[in-house]
């Protein structure tokens, strides 16, 4: 599965490039105490009410960036997406932890 550090997600976020798509999979109470502008919330403990939508909500030819806490529900969702057939997912290595502390402060830890 591919990886993207959260410097390299910092300079894509900063580009304005509008073809990424990005994904958030916490939940709903983890965005409140953390977010990062972008993103479309897919809380994995909510996936019987979203998973059918995927491919009408994104492209799969897109490139799609999956953020967490920590990387470890992004890869899961990762490893989901690229079994319906999107080719080019990338994990958010890290995940919004060490986005708050390697690129921007201001994001509270949690």
């Known amino acids: 599965m591919n990886q993207i550090s959260v410097q390299e997600l910092a300079q894509r976020l900063s580009s304005g490039d509008v073809s990424i798509q990005l994904v958030d999979v916490r939940?709903?109470?983890?965005?409140?105490?953390?977010?990062?502008?972008?993103?479309?919330?897919?809380?994995?403990?909510?996936?019987?009410?979203w998973g059918?939508?995927?491919?009408?909500?994104f492209n799969?030819?897109?490139?799609?960036?999956?953020?967490?806490?920590?990387?470890?529900?992004?890869?899961?969702?990762?490893q989901w997406l690229?079994?319906?057939g999107f080719t080019n997912v990338q994990n958010i290595s890290g995940g919004i932890d060490a986005y708050s502390v390697?690129?921007?402060?201001?994001?509270?830890?949690?």
Request: glycine share 4%; aromatic share 4%; proline share 8%.
């Open 27 to 49: 939940e709903p109470q983890e965005l409140e105490l953390a977010s990062i502008e972008g993103f479309v919330n897919l809380p994995l403990s909510q996936f019987a009410e």
């Open 60 to 78: 799969p030819q897109a490139e799609t960036l999956v953020l967490c806490h920590h990387g470890i529900r992004s890869a899961q969702m990762c």
């Open 102 to 110: 390697l690129v921007d402060h201001s994001i509270p830890q949690y």
């Open 82 to 84: 690229i079994a319906q």
């Open 52 to 57: 059918d939508r995927v491919p009408t909500l």
